[in-house]
């Protein structure tokens, strides 16, 4: 993804967006902040006095109403702390809920080309790992930002209330302050963004590997993977030393710069005209605040680190929130349609991608008719049918369905007159009825789903399950076979009743026994819906009504079987090879 679009302050901003609904929470933290910092800077300001009157003047009341004091401030501190550290955790927690609720809604309606430009493991590690690293950034980095901030803003001024001539030295030593930390900041977003991008390859890897550990099992392929997951990992590491030698150089820089202002003010002492005018209290507690000021100074510059985190971690975020979601600028509702599909002189090219993949592709299929898509793997068949849900807009030409273009339709009508059931199955870790009828908009009664069920050959295996259809299949239907996973598809397009059914391969995954049985289920499926069936096996598709040969993006030959083979031409090739196979 780009580098960061967005300048800090206008992501901070964005960020503010988020506390907005929750100012009430964050008005309290920040009371509670202020509060503590105040508390401490009073305390200081009482050193003076604690010298001046309670040791030199050795004033014994002054000394016993001290403990008490010091008692009673503390107290004070403490709740004030536990409002801020409440409040801020709680307005923290709520952004980020929020956030990632925001993320995995646009993940869900991004287009199909943003998903295959994009790893799963990139995408799952912002959903983890940088929101909560914006959490870090709006609760923990914020508070001590606010808090610190405060403290040393109360410090100074009480320094230049007590003597504005030894503390002048600051107006001097800010701007070289903020200097370094300007610089630094923006060392800490460059290595931020570096750290996060290597925290999505290592969920990448980790996830490809877990995918495929059988691949990786029966090819012996974990030394490498070892080694690819070694690269990204010690990435990560690398980015993680040079971000904390860059902290730790700049809080030494910080602190050694204040020291200069230490040493300012003790050598301003020594001379005898500034000595007269300081009384020891005033001089301790200059010098106390001092020492102070530098507790603060490491702590804000060790959750700058922190903060600029955050905010490259928002960054990445809101880019993704920006993204474009599928073009949904359609108006007509399709409701019901006979299912007349015509395809006129489609070109296609995938998005991203110099390659055509599509050449003037033009077909009719009409209503309630049998379209076969034949030819090579890569020839194009599954590109058409993703054409169809719009799951990829066409470069060029016009698919309309019952004469209606389908980019003037709204997407969720569209897609509801089409049931797909592709060569890869998707389920969900739930049980096999839930997968079944999934989607469905109303409750489905047991008696449908049986039926349904019964005509895709599901209860032929799900009987012999420990539950039946309420049998839970594990993650993506683990425990089933893969013969077994399509017929569950095919129970689901069974039961959605769309007016076309796109079938890519569907049965591929059977052998010859169960596809003739499932033939038969399939073939009740296709009557009065249009259908485009992309089959492997010729055989299944010997009855469609009209077969289109693709070769290379390119419709080669176009009729029915009988026709087709007369013509002897790609088809009758196909044909022949794969009769040559079954003798
Ligand atoms: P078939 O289904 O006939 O085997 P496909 O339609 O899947 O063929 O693929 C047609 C061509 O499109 C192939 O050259 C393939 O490399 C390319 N292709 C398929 N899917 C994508 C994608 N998501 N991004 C880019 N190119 C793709
Ligand atoms: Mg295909």
């Given amino acids: 993804m780009a580098a960061s679009q967005f300048t800090s302050p206008a992501t901070f901003r964005r960020l ?9 929470g964050f008005a309290a933290a920040a009371f509670g902040m202020l509060g503590y910092a105040l508390v401490d800077v009073f305390f200081i300001s009482q050193l003076e006095d604690f010298i001046d009157i309670g040791i030199n003047q050795k004033n014994t009341d002054y000394l016993r109403y001290a403990p008490l004091f010091i008692i009673g401030i503390f107290i004070l501190r403490g709740v004030f702390n536990f409002i801020a550290s409440y409040c801020l955790n709680w307005v923290g927690t709520h952004a980020v809920q929020e956030m990632r609720q925001q993320l995995f809604r646009h993940y869900m309606r991004l287009p199909v080309s943003f998903h295959d430009q994009h790893s799963t493991g990139e995408l799952i590690s912002k959903v983890t790992y940088n929101t909560e690293q914006i959490k870090q ?3 923990k980095a914020l508070a001590v930002l606010l808090r610190e901030g405060v403290f040393v803003i109360g410090l100074l001024v009480m320094m230049f209330w007590i003597s504005w001539q030894l503390s002048s030295i600051f107006l001097l030593i800010a701007p070289v302050i903020a200097i370094v930390v300007r610089l630094v900041s923006k060392r800490f977003r460059l290595l931020s963004r570096n750290i996060q991008g290597a925290m999505g390859e290592v969920t990448t890897c980790s996830e490809q590997m877990l995918n495929g550990h059988k691949v990786i099992l029966s090819f012996g392929g974990q030394q490498i993977e070892e080694q690819r997951f070694a690269t990204v990992n010690n990435l990560t590491r690398r980015q993680d030393v040079k971000m904390e030698a ?5 809080v ?5 710069i204040a020291s200069f202002a230490l040493a300012f003010v003790i050598y301003m002492a020594s001379f005898p005209e500034m000595l007269d005018s300081l009384t020891a209290g005033k ?3 200059i010098v106390g605040s001092m020492m102070m000021l530098l507790r603060p100074l490491k702590q804000l510059t060790t959750v700058n680190s922190e903060f600029q985190r955050g905010l490259t971690a928002a960054n990445s975020v809101f880019e993704v929130l920006d993204q474009p979601v599928e073009q949904d600028t359609g108006t007509t509702v399709l409701d019901n349609v006979s299912g007349n599909i015509q395809f006129n002189n489609v070109n296609f090219s995938y998005p991203g991608h110099d390659k055509q993949v599509l050449f003037d592709i033009s077909f009719n299929a009409a209503a309630g008719k049998t379209i076969a898509l034949v030819g090579r793997s890569g020839s ?6 993703s054409l169809l849900p719009r799951f990829y807009e066409v470069t060029d030409g016009d698919i309309l369905i019952d004469g209606h273009n389908i980019r003037d339709c709204t997407l969720a009508s569209l897609r509801r007159q089409l049931a797909v059931v592709s060569q890869h199955v998707t389920l969900f870790n739930d049980s096999i009825a839930n997968n079944i009828t999934y989607g469905c908009t109303e409750p489905v009664s047991r008696e449908h789903l049986l039926q349904v069920a019964e005509k895709a050959h599901v209860l032929e295996f799900a009987e012999n399950l420990k539950d039946g259809l309420d049998t839970v299949i594990g993650e993506n239907g683990v425990s089933l076979s893969g013969g077994q996973r399509q017929r569950i598809a095919i129970a689901r397009a069974l039961l959605r009743e769309a007016p076309i059914l796109v079938l890519d391969e569907a049965t591929s995954a059977l052998d010859t026994e169960s596809e003739r049985k499932i033939q038969a289920a399939l073939n009740e499926l296709l009557k009065g819906r249009t259908s485009i069936v992309i089959a492997h096996r010729l055989s299944t598709i010997e009855n469609a009504d009209s077969i289109i040969v ?3 993006g390119r419709i080669v030959e176009q009729g029915d079987h009988a026709t087709l083979l007369a013509q002897d031409g790609a088809y009758a090739q196909l044909y022949k090879l794969q009769f040559g196979e079954q003798q």
């Fill in 16 to 24: 503010l967006g988020y506390v907005k609904p929750y100012r009430l």
């Fill in 137 to 139: 950034a709006t609760s």
């Fill in 246 to 250: 860059t902290r730790a150089i700049s």
């Fill in 252 to 256: 030494s820089s910080i602190q050694i």
């Fill in 283 to 285: 001089f301790t507690t």
């Fill in 380 to 385: 194009g068949k599954t590109t058409i049918s």
């Fill in 550 to 552: 693709m070769d290379q």
